[in-house]
């Protein structure tokens, strides 16, 4: 029976960083919470040794070593009464070059191979559709929202972060507007995290660089601007991102400089200041870093907006809902992976099986 197998879930983290916080650690905290069995696996793991049989299995960003591989591990977890989903929350166009040839070469493997993508996107599922027409959107949200702060905004000294992950293309388009910003403006100090090259274009009295952070550390180092530029430049893969970034700054009371791509759907909130092309970054920060009363303004409404609207826990409810329809439809699920997979006269066939059993 079906019935026999209460929900359980068996999360693997193939790519540990200080992105999971947001899309794996902080979720299955709440769900824990909440009392559901879950558990979070980092890698190495081997799947004898850390998978129970009749589980839910989430897997984050899987590189097997190619298609044969990725089908052997979904049929050995099929066998012992799983559902594998692949956790994904970039489009694979973003990964570094190294990462998307290993995918290309096996056929994106990781994302069709699965009962279905676990994603934090409607535009990026839209996008993997072909590939994976199975997918369930959880949008990312923030665990931790601190009161709102508004006396930085009053300081006379003005902290400007730049810390978007792979963003290099977008930051040459800004770097010398941003150096003759820190030349101009004796107050003017730019916090630059992850991106090297950046940090050596800039003026080094004034800038404070840090290599890649955990995520509380990276937190507290946002807690101490008052303004974070988010270049983004326009496409779909762009597009296929979450808002998380302006989320955080909202949380911390950090007023955020956002675009061209993505951030528009929320310009009727006011929360962030928008641009249309990536030169108009920098001359939209500086405006805002010299209007107080519109950067208190921006920064109280993006504050309100997030801690009614993005808080974490209001979907753990949600998210306990989702994987329980989840597992109650596991049967349907596979007859229609079989079918899918079947399909590929390159990979071995698979047969259906009953899922209130072990194999």
């Known amino acids: 029976m079906l019935a026999d197998h209460p929900l359980r879930l068996e999360v693997l983290v193939n790519s540990p960083g200080p992105h999971d916080q947001v899309r794996i ?127 930085k905004h009053r300081a006379p000294h003005l902290r400007v972060l730049v810390a978007n992950q792979n963003r290099e293309r977008e930051h040459q388009h800004i770097v010398k507007e941003l150096a003759r910003w820190i030349e101009q403006c004796e107050q003017l100090e730019v916090v630059v995290i992850g991106d090297a090259a950046l940090a050596k274009q800039l003026p080094q009295s004034r800038i404070e660089y840090h290599q890649m952070l955990d995520y509380g550390r990276y937190r507290l180092v946002l807690r101490s601007c008052q303004l974070a530029l988010l270049p983004l430049e326009e496409g779909e893969a762009n597009a296929c991102k979450t808002p998380i970034k302006l989320l955080e700054c909202a949380a911390e009371s950090v007023a955020a400089v956002c675009g061209p791509e993505l951030y528009e759907r929320f310009s009727s909130h006011e929360v962030a200041s928008l641009v249309t092309h990536l030169n108009e970054v920098v001359p939209k920060a500086r405006a ?49 992976l079989v079918d899918r997979v079947n399909q590929d006269s390159t990979l071995p066939p698979m047969q259906k099986k009953e899922f209130g059993c072990c194999g």
């Not at 979904?74 to 594998?84: H, V």
């Not at 409810?317 to 229609?336: F, G, H, P, S, V």
């Open 25 to 151: 650690r902080d979720p299955i905290q709440g769900l824990k919470r909440l009392g559901v069995d879950c558990r979070i696996h980092e890698r190495p793991f081997r799947f004898s040794s850390c998978i129970k049989p009749h589980s839910l299995v989430i897997w984050q960003r899987p590189l097997p070593e190619g298609r044969k591989r990725q089908w052997e591990h979904l049929q050995w977890l099929r066998e012992r009464g799983c559902l594998l989903l692949t956790e994904w929350d970039d489009h694979p166009d973003l990964f570094p070059e190294p990462i998307r040839k290993r995918l290309q070469d096996m056929a994106l493997a990781p994302l069709e191979l699965c009962h279905g993508l676990h994603t934090s996107s409607t535009r990026l599922a839209n996008a993997l559709n072909k590939i994976q027409p199975v997918a369930w959107v959880l949008e990312n949200r923030v665990s931790q929202t601190p009161e709102l702060a508004l006396n």
């Open 288 to 336: 805002l870093a010299g209007n107080q009363r519109e950067r208190i303004r921006q920064v109280t409404r993006a504050h309100a907006w997030v801690k009614k609207t993005w808080q974490a826990e209001q979907a753990d409810l949600e998210r306990i809902w989702l994987y329980q329809n989840i597992w109650k439809c596991r049967r349907t699920m596979d007859a229609k």
